[in-house]
């Protein structure tokens, strides 16, 4: 993840960057007829709607620099194509980090390991 909301995840057929910025969200808010939270809020509560899951990862694909024609497709066959609860977890994550911002530490980044007793 970086500074600016942006998170590259495993999707499909690679490793793609995903971003909501403030534009991706006016859009999510007016295609999925609710705020970003509140998106956030039915992914978690399992209130979702299959447009949620499928429209935050489209347009976070677009956020993160992929054209849109492209996200649409990769949307078409990794998401629609899929069971919804595929991508799930890859929906609250492209998310979160849009309205939450990102650490500044890498996910993944491992602790110093604790020295084994003699």
């Known amino acids: 993840m970086a500074r600016d909301a942006r998170i590259d995840l495993d999707f499909g057929d690679g490793t793609y960057s995903f971003r909501l910025g403030w534009g991706e969200l ?25 447009e949620d899951i499928a429209n935050v990862i489209r347009l976070g694909l677009v956020g993160g620099g992929m054209p849109p024609a492209d996200a649409l497709k990769k949307t078409r066959q990794y998401v629609e194509r899929r069971p919804p609860l595929e991508n799930h977890p890859i929906a609250i994550a492209v998310i979160s980090a ?17 020295p084994e007793a003699a």
């Open 26 to 50: 006016a859009t999510l808010q007016e295609e999925c007829d609710a705020g970003p939270y509140m998106i956030l809020h039915r992914l978690h509560s399992h209130q979702w709607r299959v």
């Open 98 to 114: 849009g309205l939450l911002g990102a650490p500044e530490e890498p996910v993944g980044e491992q602790e110093a390991p604790i």
